[in-house]
C-alpha cells in the first residue's frame, strides 16, 4: 500500500509498520533511498505496511508519526559518513541517543529552511516523542552528487540489497540489526 504525503489532499493511512525513505531526488546516488522508494512503492505490502515518501521535513513528520499509530518504522536514506566504500549498506536499530539542543535546534531551523536529512529527521522526531521506538536504518554510501537520475554501479546494486533487506525485515525473515548510534559505526 503506497501512501505519500498529504500534498494535494491525499489521505494518510495508519498502520503497524512506517517503511520511509528520507532523501532528494534527482541527484544522482544521493537518491538511491528514493529510487528504492519507487520499488518498493509498486510492490504489494501486507495489510499494515505504509511505504511513503518522507521528505516533507522532520517538522512536518512529528505529526505524521504521530496520528500514523505506527509501531515500528524502517527509514531508508543515502548518506554520505567517513571510511565507508561506495555502495555499502548499512542497517542498524538506532540507539535514539540524542546529541545537545543546540545541534537538534540546528536541525530544526535547517528543517524549517527546506534541508532534508536523515539525522535531522532522526533528531527533531525523537526529541518530540514521535519516533516509534523500534526504529531501524538503512543507509546506503553514496558516490556521486549531481544532477541527474542515473546511479552508479554500486550503488545501483545497493538498492537492490535495499529492498530485499526491507523485505526480510519487515516479513521477520531477516534478523534485527544490532543497536548502534547514529551511522551504524561504534
Keep these: 500500500?503506497?501512501?505519500?504525503?498529504?500534498?494535494?489532499?491525499?489521505?494518510?493511512?495508519?498502520?503497524?509498520?512506517?517503511?520511509?525513505?528520507?532523501?532528494?531526488?534527482?541527484?544522482?546516488?544521493?537518491?538511491?533511498?528514493?529510487?528504492?522508494?519507487d520499488r518498493l512503492a509498486a510492490e504489494h505490502w501486507p495489510p499494515g505496511v505504509v511505504v511513503e515518501d518522507l521528505s516533507y521535513g522532520p517538522i512536518a513528520l512529528v505529526p505524521r508519526l504521530e496520528e500514523g499509530g505506527f509501531q515500528r518504522s524502517l527509514l531508508l536514506a543515502a548518506v554520505s559518513r567517513p571510511g565507508r566504500a561506495p555502495g555499502t549498506l548499512t542497517a542498524y536499530v538506532w540507539d535514539g541517543v540524542l546529541p545537545g539542543l543546540d545541534v537538534i535546534q540546528t536541525a530544526v531551523t535547517e528543517a524549517v529552511t527546506g534541508v532534508i536529512s536523515l539525522d535531522n529527521a532522526l533528531f527533531v522526531t525523537r526529541h518530540f516523542g514521535a519516533l516509534p521506538a523500534d526504529t531501524v536504518v538503512v543507509e546506503i554510501e553514496p558516490e556521486r552528487e549531481e544532477f541527474g537520475e542515473e546511479l552508479t554501479p554500486a550503488v545501483e546494486a545497493a538498492v537492490t540489497r535495499m529492498c530485499a533487506l526491507v523485505h526480510g525485515l519487515v516479513e521477520g525473515a531477516v534478523p534485527r540489526p544490532a543497536c548502534a548510534p547514529i551511522g551504524g559505526m561504534r
Design 1 to 37: 500500500m503506497t501512501d505519500f504525503p498529504a500534498r494535494g489532499g491525499l489521505r494518510h493511512e495508519k498502520g503497524h509498520t512506517l517503511v520511509g525513505a528520507i532523501g532528494y531526488r534527482y541527484l544522482r546516488d544521493h537518491s538511491a533511498s528514493m529510487v528504492a522508494l
